[in-house]
């Protein structure tokens, strides 16, 4: 069935430092990928999205661009800042949605 | 245009004890999602509606959970016994359509700690 794996965490950077967390996904269609992010005490908000193969999403200085050749989603930040602290899912969209586990990032001044 | 709203934001109860979620999802959003979100992992699917209608509850515990839409709009979500498991973030979220293009919009979530 189709599955989000996604890098393990918790993920520490300094303010400005560059962010990479990796999301690969397994699914039998032309999936929508996702990334959701989750701040303390908050529910999940959509960051960014892609609907087909080589889309780029993109939202406040995060991107990500849909690679189908290496199923992956991987979600990067050129110069992160402490207000990006918060826990960033993965997911896909076919029949129904998949979320990743989940990585935790913080960032320090 | 209103977020998607649940209460209570947070429940504790003794296990065996019985607990219902509420959610009411954005307005004209036909397709409604409940999800359990234990501490360190991502959202599990719990039930899907398409308007009143369940379109997927195959990871619903249906021996201890139930949900129901009667009217499409509202939904409440009920656990009946609690066991100390089920202790998590209950999520709820809608879609306007069930096009796999289209973003979820997630409530805040009930924290239910089970004792």
């Known amino acids: 069935g189709d599955s989000v794996t996604q890098m393990e965490g918790p993920v520490t950077l300094s303010e400005e430092a560059f962010l990479t967390i990796n999301c690969t996904y397994t699914?039998?269609?032309?999936?929508?990928l996702f990334w959701y992010v989750q701040y303390p005490g908050e529910g999940l908000q959509l960051l960014l999205k892609?609907?087909?193969?080589?889309d780029k999403g993109s939202n406040k200085g995060f991107e990500a661009t849909y690679r189908k050749e290496t199923t992956s989603f991987h979600l990067e930040k050129g110069s992160v800042q402490v207000s990006d602290s918060a826990v960033y899912f993965c997911?896909?969209?076919?029949?129904?949605?998949?979320f990743g586990t989940g990585t935790s990032l913080t960032v320090i001044p | 245009e209103a977020g998607v709203a649940q209460s209570p934001r947070y429940k504790i109860i003794e296990k065996r004890q019985s607990v219902a979620f509420w959610c009411n999802p954005i307005?004209?959003?036909?397709?409604l999602y409940w999800y359990q979100q234990i501490l360190g992992q991502g959202p599990k699917l719990l039930i899907q509606?398409?308007?009143?209608?369940?379109?997927?509850d195959s990871q619903l515990p249906k021996d201890r959970f139930s949900a129901e839409r009667l009217k499409g709009v509202d939904s409440t979500l009920k656990i009946q016994p609690a066991k100390l498991e089920d202790s998590a973030v209950y999520l709820c979220?809608?879609?306007?359509?069930?096009?796999?293009?289209?973003?979820?919009?997630f409530g805040p979530g009930t924290r239910l700690t089970v004792l």
């Open positions: 997911a896909l969209s076919d029949s129904q949605f998949y």
């Open positions: 699914a039998t269609g032309y999936p929508s």
């Open positions: 892609a609907t087909k193969a080589d």
């Open positions: 307005s004209g959003h036909a397709t």
């Open positions: 509606f398409q308007n009143n209608g369940v379109v997927d």
């Open positions: 979220a809608s879609i306007s359509s069930g096009g796999s293009y289209n973003e979820q919009f």
